[in-house]
């Protein structure tokens, strides 16, 4: 291949996923440490070690499943690291005393409320392609309410390939054309207590893992616990206590 | 020795032509004041001959551009200048002995505070001379600091040398290619290497690019000029390149393009988190802003915003937190 072959080459690339999209692989490898957002939670072994800059990730799950409160937390992490986060919000409806409690910057979080698809891909486009970002959470908020979908992000797709930004969607369901890494985030009981529900427990996982992070919210403590990898509990839960789903969420037998 | 030049009633036009015509012709042009400067001749004798030739060859050059000028050499800044604002235009006057031209001047002449003088004039002082004569001790010990500085320049003593400002230089990087580059991320990859030599001279100069203005030469076509406001100021190629990239991008066509200027409008020093000094994370702060400041300007008021809890406690959420917009 000749110079000007290669230079046409790498310049569509570049021109596709972004100026930082190439380097050479020891300049990659030192820098992949600090392109990770990483929780400190088993979410961390889930997303293999946690949510690189330049990829895009989707939490997934059904309404009140405890996504949006995994998503601050990834937000909090992001932000304990340096740099802003930007969340877009096209259902406005974002709680700022959540993620106060979850633990996140407010000071370092730009929120921006789309009004529709077309102001939620301006405001993505630019924000990935800022240097400024670590993280966008792009929350569709509930389906009922939802001014956008999945499938309507897939443009901002090579924007994140170039960025220093990792970009979160927070969805109810998966895109039908546009596939994207996933999360699934799927309710697994309702904590009550003297007959009054008092939080509940989720699992984390790739769809076609077996394998799931587990959390549980109280309504005392807004932030998810960490409750740990699924394979951890099992051997440690007394026989009977504890039993798997054939989809392989774990569920607290009645 | 040092040249000072007086160009009169200097208007800005007449001072700008003034100055472009002095840096022109030497290394160090000081400005005192518009139409006023103070030339350090150190050095130019062997290239440019003794101070009285360079000094006729100013008033020779302003004539010129038509700014009559007066001339005066000295060995002291302050005596040049006293000696240039004593000579008519037009004329060159070279003064061997400071101190002994400026003896028999009033005491005016010295930068001294009017009551000051007029303590001195009390005390049966009024020409530099009597001033000068005075022990350089009891003339600190009792009037203080900025006295003495007078009575130094009064005795033609003064150290100070010119400050001067070098000529603002001109970033600007060219390129003209023999094949026309038919797409835009031909021309994207090509702009990478004329915006990294702008960003090497901008680094030289310890400056950050504030505007830059592009104009790419086009085949059969007119020009395409381009500018673009740089916010944060920078002068990290890549963030260069992605400004102009947008540019770019907001063009549906840009025709075959042979060629490129680009040319740094305007700049400001470079701040401590521009040129690496600092954590990243000031800069990242910056852009961030720049940013959501340009998402406001897109998506108008109350969509881009940032929030802070006002009361913890609230019993009404929307009492809970404030929102406010990203402006600052």
Request: glycine letters at 8%; a positive charge; charged letters at 25%.
């Amino acid at each position: 291949m000749g110079a000007p072959a290669l230079a046409e080459a790498i310049a569509r690339i570049e021109a596709r996923y972004g100026t930082r999209v190439m380097a050479h692989g020891d300049v990659v490898e030192s820098r992949d440490a600090e392109r990770r957002i990483s929780a400190g939670t088993s979410l961390d072994q889930v997303t293999g070690g946690g949510i690189r800059a330049g990829e895009p990730l989707a939490f997934v799950g059904p309404a009140t499943a405890g996504k949006l409160a995994l998503a601050l937390t990834v937000a909090a992490a992001a932000l304990r690291e340096g740099g802003m986060a930007a969340w877009i919000d096209p259902s406005a409806s974002f709680d700022p005393l959540a993620a106060l409690r979850a633990g996140v910057d407010l000071e370092r979080l730009v929120v921006v409320r789309a009004a529709d698809a077309g102001e939620v891909l301006l405001a993505g486009a630019a924000v990935l392609r800022s240097e400024g970002f670590r993280l966008l959470v792009v929350d569709l908020g509930p389906s009922f309410a939802s001014r956008c979908s999945s499938d309507d992000l897939a443009p901002l797709v090579p924007f994140v390939r170039g960025s220093p930004a990792a970009l979160l969607i927070v969805a109810e369901q998966r895109g039908r054309r546009l596939v994207l890494p996933t999360v699934r985030v799927e309710p697994i009981a309702w904590r009550r207590r003297y007959g009054r529900t008092v939080g509940w427990s989720f699992a984390a996982g790739a769809p076609a893992s077996r394998e799931r992070a587990l959390f549980c919210v109280t309504a005392l403590d807004a932030a998810p616990t960490d409750l740990g990898m699924r394979t951890q509990l099992a051997e440690v839960a007394p026989p009977g206590v504890m039993e798997l789903t054939p989809s392989g969420v774990m569920e607290q037998a009645s | 020795m040092n040249a000072a030049v007086v160009v009169r009633n200097a208007s800005d036009q007449l001072h700008a032509r003034s100055l472009a015509t002095l840096r022109a012709l030497l290394p160090h042009v000081g400005i005192h004041a518009p139409g006023v400067y103070i030339c350090d001749l150190a050095g130019t004798e062997r290239v440019l001959g003794a101070p009285s030739r360079i000094a006729r060859r100013i008033v020779e050059r302003l004539s010129r551009v038509n700014a009559p000028a007066a001339v005066a050499v000295a060995q002291t800044p302050f005596a040049a200048r006293v000696a240039a604002e004593r000579t008519a235009d037009g004329d060159v006057r070279l003064v061997t002995q400071a101190r002994e031209y400026l003896a028999p001047l009033p005491l005016e002449v010295l930068p001294i505070e009017p009551k000051l003088a007029g303590e001195l004039g009390l005390l049966g002082m009024r020409s530099v001379a009597d001033f000068a004569a005075l022990p350089r001790g009891a003339v600190f010990d009792r009037v203080g600091r900025g006295a003495a500085r007078a009575h130094a320049l009064a005795r033609a003593e003064d150290e100070e040398r010119v400050r001067a400002d070098p000529p603002p230089r001109r970033i600007r990087a060219r390129r003209l290619w023999d094949d026309a580059l038919p797409s835009r991320e031909q021309l994207v990859f090509a702009l990478r290497t004329i915006l990294d030599e702008l960003s090497a001279a901008l680094a030289s100069e310890g400056l950050a690019a504030l505007r830059i203005a592009v104009r790419l030469e086009r085949d059969e076509t007119e020009p395409l000029r381009l500018e673009r406001a740089i916010l944060p100021p920078t002068r990290e190629s890549a963030a260069l390149l992605r400004s102009v990239r947008w540019a770019l991008e907001e063009r549906a066509h840009l025709g075959r393009i042979v060629g490129c200027l680009i040319v740094v409008v305007e700049v400001e020093p470079a701040r401590g988190r521009q040129i690496g000094l600092f954590a990243a994370d000031g800069a990242r702060w910056e852009e961030a802003i720049a940013s959501a400041r340009y998402l406001r300007e897109r998506l108008g008021p109350g969509r881009v915003l940032r929030t802070r809890i006002a009361d913890a406690d609230a019993r009404l959420p929307e009492r809970a937190a404030e929102w406010k917009e990203v402006i600052s």
